[in-house]
């Protein structure tokens, strides 16, 4: 086939074996929807017979490139760490460091609390499964939209991709952005439970808008490659500090073993505090008591926003080198790591602070911080906060792109 030989690509089959629209009556004004269908499962099918040659296709500067085909590709240049990376600074942006004490107060006890994020990780990797299945049979730009066209046709697809464009990627960079600049602004300003409340301030909307449109311009005027190199320095930069929070509560567990078991299981007593300037006063027991059932459902959905993004990596399945082997293992493996992140930090939360000061807190991570070593860790504490919310935004922003280029 003449399109197929500078490409390494067969071409896509028509009915009778030849090239697209090779036959004039399929491809024709009265075969258009049988046509829009053939043309689908032929190119999941060329996918699947000629995945070598696909998986191994490499472009140059990080954008659209052409194949030789009437169809152009992104460029294939994200690796299998890249796509890992970027699923975990999808889901890790505030929610660790902010919903644990939402979680505690609907949940009435440490034992309740930790299940609700044991649930929500499963319910994370039921609809994860469900993804990698799919993103291995169709692994195309746009995630979703390939599989809803797939499934229920180009209008739902389309209807799909706007509402993403006008709502809900839209509306979650803005989110991302004010929570940026919130906590940005609460490195050096007075911290009120963590974080300033005056997030409609224009100060705030400023630095908000200059994030997204700095992200925006990084990612489109450096490629891909660009925003995985930024995104892979964030991502360290979040987990570093779910780390520090693990050590430092290791570090106070060693030291005070009665009150940490106290915390986090019940046991005993508070080791017989002395005072709350270290940290050793009456701050709640662990276990299950004081459960409320009737919370879990309102407990696991706090909890399910800290995991909301697990599926954005799809969006970028024709970036990635070999989209069918890369794919599922960056949705397990990326919400794996999350789910153990996520238990370990709020064990530390709890074993630091206790039940009830973590129920009261707005931004439990800088009142650990402060309570292990001061006020100036505190506000490091919501520097850091800062930037998991900026591989967050980061991360939304690599992603935004498939989605709009597989309609269009």
């Known amino acids: 086939h003449p399109q197929a030989r500078g490409s390494g690509r067969m071409p896509e089959a028509g009915v009778d074996g030849e090239g697209d629209c090779g036959d004039v009556s399929i491809c024709g004004d009265d075969g258009g929807g049988v046509a829009e269908d053939l043309r689908l499962l032929d190119r999941v099918g060329e996918r699947s017979s000629h995945q070598q040659g696909a998986d191994t296709f490499h472009g140059g500067g990080g954008g659209v490139v052409g194949d030789g085909s009437h169809q152009p590709q992104l ?6 760490l890249d796509g890992v990376m970027c699923n975990v600074s999808n889901m890790v942006g505030s929610g660790i460091f902010s919903a644990p004490g939402v979680v505690l107060v609907y949940a ?26 799919l993103s291995a049979a169709m692994p195309d730009a746009g995630g979703d939209y390939a599989y809803l066209k797939a499934a229920f046709g180009t209008e739902t697809a389309f209807a799909w991709s706007w509402s993403m464009f006008f709502v809900i990627k839209s509306g979650s960079l803005a989110i991302l952005g004010v929570t940026f600049a919130t906590f940005a602004f609460a490195c050096v300003a007075p911290l009120q439970g963590g974080a300033r409340t005056d997030d409609g301030t224009w100060e705030v909307k400023v630095l908000a808008a200059g994030l997204i449109a700095a992200l925006t311009w990084a990612n489109a005027a450096g490629g891909v490659g660009s925003g995985a190199k930024i995104q892979n320095v964030l991502t360290a930069a979040k987990l570093a500090l779910m780390a520090a929070v693990v050590l430092g509560a290791a570090a106070f567990a060693a030291r005070y073993p009665a009150l940490a078991s106290h915390r986090l299981f019940g046991w ?13 006063s009456d701050s709640g027991g662990g276990g299950f008591s004081g459960s409320r059932m009737g919370g879990l459902a309102s407990a696991t959905i706090a909890c399910l926003w800290a995991f909301d993004g ?8 024709e970036e ?25 930090v709020n064990v530390g939360y709890i074993v630091v602070l206790g039940p009830l000061r973590v129920a009261g807190s707005l931004l439990v991570v800088t009142e650990a911080a402060a309570a292990l070593l001061g006020e100036a860790a505190a506000r490091v504490a919501a520097g850091a906060v800062t ?7 980061n991360a939304s922003t690599m992603s935004g792109g498939g989605f709009l280029f597989a309609p269009a």
């Not at 005993?268 to 050793?280: A, F, I, L, M």
């Open 387 to 393: 930037l998991s919310v900026a591989g967050a935004a």
């Open 268 to 280: 005993g007593d508070d080791g017989g505090g002395g005072g709350e300037e270290d940290n050793r």
């Open 320 to 344: 990635l080198r070999h989209p069918r082997r890369d794919l599922p293992t960056a949705i397990g493996g990326g919400l794996a790591v999350v789910l153990a992140a996520y238990l370990a």
């Open 310 to 317: 697990f599926n954005n990596v799809v969006y970028m399945a």
């Open 108 to 133: 009435g006890s440490v034992g309740l609390g930790l299940s609700a994020w044991v649930l929500a990780g499963v319910l994370a990797a039921g609809s994860a499964l469900c993804y990698a299945e």
């Open 75 to 80: 460029s294939r240049q994200l690796t299998r």
